[in-house]
């Protein structure tokens, strides 16, 4: 397994994946450098999602595909937004994604007005297929535990995560450099195992002193 094509047309996603697999011997492409469209997501959970997608970029592209499904549970909303998270709003009339990921922030904000139980996390599922009939789909999860703030802070990352403090660095995920979300979201966390699968069952091994042969074209960015 020498490309995977990573099945995701969102940014913040593509640029954390890729900075995440580097050290990994492996050239990844996203799939809209391929043409191919996002894919439909009717699914109930976040595993669903993932192999929805990750299946549709291998059959478009005959190349193993990884995809990420996320988001964003908060406890006094039982869970929601969720598998909704990316879509929690309506869509702005502007369109884009920054303007989809203010109006969800904004409606996440006054739904918690009058909750005191501010606790939420995200959750990341990561599926990648070798091919589109994949009986034996490597699945890989993690979560990133921290509490909804109630004024937006930071301009990184992307998505809920100036609302998204982290405990015991009382920053939220928007003030955090890449390198250090990178090294403790719920993304790299489930990136980090699915790393070890690869090196375990796939014999792929990290670039090391070599520079990395992992390349990263993303027309988008
Ligand atoms: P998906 O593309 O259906 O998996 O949607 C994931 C959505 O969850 C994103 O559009 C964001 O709204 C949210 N999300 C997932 N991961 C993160 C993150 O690391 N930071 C901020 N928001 C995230």
């Given at each position: 397994?020498?490309?995977?094509?990573?099945?995701?047309?969102?940014v913040?996603?593509?640029n954390?994946?890729?900075?995440?697999?580097?050290?990994?011997?492996?050239?990844?492409?996203?799939?809209?450098?391929?043409?191919?469209?996002?894919?439909?997501?009717?699914?109930?959970?976040?595993?669903?999602?993932?192999?929805?997608?990750?299946r549709?970029?291998?059959?478009?592209t005959?190349?193993?595909?990884?995809?990420?499904?996320?988001?964003?549970?908060?406890?006094?909303?039982?869970?929601?937004?969720?598998?909704?998270?990316?879509?929690?709003?309506?869509?702005?009339?502007?369109?884009?994604?920054?303007?989809?990921?203010?109006?969800?922030?904004?409606?996440?904000?006054?739904?918690?007005?009058?909750?005191?139980?501010?606790?939420a996390?995200?959750?990341?599922?990561?599926?990648?297929?070798?091919?589109?009939?994949?009986?034996?789909?490597?699945?890989?999860?993690?979560?990133?535990h921290?509490?909804?703030?109630k004024?937006?802070?930071g301009?990184?990352?992307?998505?809920?995560?100036?609302?998204?403090?982290?405990?015991?660095?009382?920053?939220?995920?928007?003030?955090?450099?890449?390198?250090?979300?990178?090294?403790?979201?719920?993304?790299?966390?489930?990136?980090?195992?699915?790393?070890?699968?690869?090196?375990?069952?796939?014999?792929?091994?990290?670039?090391?002193?070599?520079?990395?042969?992992?390349?990263?074209?993303?027309?988008e960015?």
């Amino acid at each position: 397994m020498n490309k995977i094509v990573i099945a995701t047309n969102n940014v913040g996603k593509l640029n954390e994946i890729a900075a995440i697999l580097a050290p990994l011997d492996i050239e990844i492409v996203p799939q809209s450098a391929l043409g191919v469209g996002e894919a439909e997501e009717p699914h109930f959970t976040f595993v669903e999602n993932a192999l929805a997608k990750a299946r549709h970029a291998s059959r478009h592209t005959g190349l193993p595909a990884l995809a990420d499904d996320s988001g964003i549970c908060v406890e006094a909303l039982n869970g929601e937004p969720g598998v909704h998270s990316a879509r929690y709003a309506a869509p702005p009339a502007n369109g884009g994604r920054a303007a989809q990921d203010e109006s969800n922030n904004r409606k996440l904000l006054a739904a918690l007005e009058h909750h005191t139980n501010r606790n939420a996390h995200y959750y990341c599922v990561l599926v990648l297929t070798r091919h589109a009939d994949d009986p034996q789909p490597i699945i890989c999860e993690a979560q990133w535990h921290g509490v909804i703030v109630k004024t937006p802070r930071g301009s990184g990352g992307f998505g809920y995560d100036p609302l998204f403090e982290i405990p015991g660095l009382r920053k939220t995920g928007a003030e955090l450099r890449p390198e250090e979300k990178n090294r403790i979201s719920h993304r790299a966390l489930a990136l980090a195992a699915l790393a070890d699968r690869l090196r375990a069952g796939y014999g792929m091994r990290d670039a090391g002193a070599r520079s990395p042969r992992s390349r990263f074209r993303n027309p988008e960015s």
